[in-house]
């Protein structure tokens, strides 16, 4: 019952709030995307949105909202997209990179404008504080709904279970499972499968990465997020540049057949099908627009102006959607076979395409989705954890952090079965309630366009 109603909400009601409330955002902002993309460049280089004293910065918080977004959607969602629409695919998703950037502006200006101070003095933000102050109390209802959906819609089982699920296709084979002599002992003791203990291992690995960084706070979490997104980024980025400096003669081509097939009726289909999986279905158009989640982080970040705020905001759809899924198409297109891939297969072809344009290419990328998937879960924890305190408190919110990094070791091993719809339907229910505040807000985000300067 669970899974059928996620699957409905997580399918055109979802695509239908995100794409086309983002549509409305987009236009009644005067296309903010496009038309003040440098001036959000020149906010980001300036030092006040990197200085931050002993809380985060502006800067830190893009990077630990990109470290959320930039996940195995970005290769996998991209790959699907391409296996089902063709090339024209790619074309529908930077307009939706576009509408997805209108939107995280939208909630950068709202989460600043609204923010609270905790009782030591922490910024703090989010869509239930949007709510409650923007909204009033007749609109607490809501809050409390994002709240209890953000606590359970951003676990990372289905993250955990699909690095682990990566991790045993890439490194191990039947044979050196059962000949590895640490393994064979545990499965002899635990009466588990050789196949069941490596599994073991491996999320008890991430738990203890994750543990490390996770525990030391939103500050740890945007420090290593500064640090980790440029690296991963520029290793995908200067992996997919020797891919294409090894084939420029064909780059022309992949280019012309995304602009020719982006309105044939394979490429529309298609690219439904593949933004739905990718963004409704999975990572919400990839980049989080509308769900709610970067308020949570831009909300913690010291600086006070709302527009200077929803500008830094909006660039995360543009390195995410519009970068790293672009760097994934071009990989793909220029060495996969996207026509050969049978049914709904992701991963494997990306992974083809990198272990034939470069050497050992499949474990680099595998590298880099550890990375990326890795980045996901530090600041995932910070968003639920921020909901729990919504809830409960400071004091009791300690505990969700341990429930979260429980869930991961748990669903390595097992099956995911009724969970992910469990997941599925809570993350979709956070995308209607910061939906629904962006739009009957909007005139307030109009009002700090206007005493911004640079507008």
Known sequence: MITQIADFLCGYPLFILLIGGGFFLFFYSGMVSLRRLPDAMRVLRDRHSRESGNQISSLQALASVVAATVGMGNIAGVAIALVMGGPGAIFWMWVSALVGMSTKFHEGVLTTRYKVALPDG????????????????????????????????????????????????????????????????????????????????????????????????????????????????????????????????????????????AFSLRAGWGALAGIAIIGARRAALVNDAGVGTATIMHGASTNTNPAREGLIAMLGPGIDSGLVCTLTALAILLCGDIEAAGGIKGLEVAMGAFGKAIPYGEYLLMLIV???????????????????????????????????????????VIPLGIAVGFCDLFYALMAFPTMITLLLLRKEVRQEIKKFSTF
């Open 370 to 412: 550890l990375c990326f998937a890795l980045s996901s879960m530090f600041s995932y924890s910070f968003y639920g954890r921020r909901c729990a305190a919504y809830l409960f408190g400071e004091k009791r919110a300690r505990a969700y952090t341990w429930f979260f990094i429980a869930t991961m070791v748990i669903f390595a």
């Open 122 to 261: 922490t910024p703090a933000g989010g869509t239930m504080h949007i709510i409650d102050r923007g909204l009033g109390p007749r609109w607490h209802w809501l809050a409390v709904t994002f709240a209890v959906a953000g606590m359970f819609g951003t676990l990372c089982i289905m993250n955990a279970n699909q690095l682990t699920e990566a991790v045993v296709a890439t490194f191990t084979t039947p044979q050196w499972l059962g000949s590895n002599h640490f393994i064979s002992t545990l499965a002899s003791a635990s009466g588990w499968s050789h196949l069941s203990v490596f599994r073991l291992i491996v999320g008890l690995s991430i738990a203890v990465v994750v543990t490390l960084v996770v525990i030391g706070g939103v500050r740890r979490i945007a420090h290593v997020a500064t640090w980790l997104v440029p690296f991963m980024v520029g290793l995908y980025f200067l992996s997919v540049l020797y891919i294409v400096v090894t084939h420029i003669s064909e780059v022309p081509e992949v280019f012309r057949s995304i602009f020719t097939e």
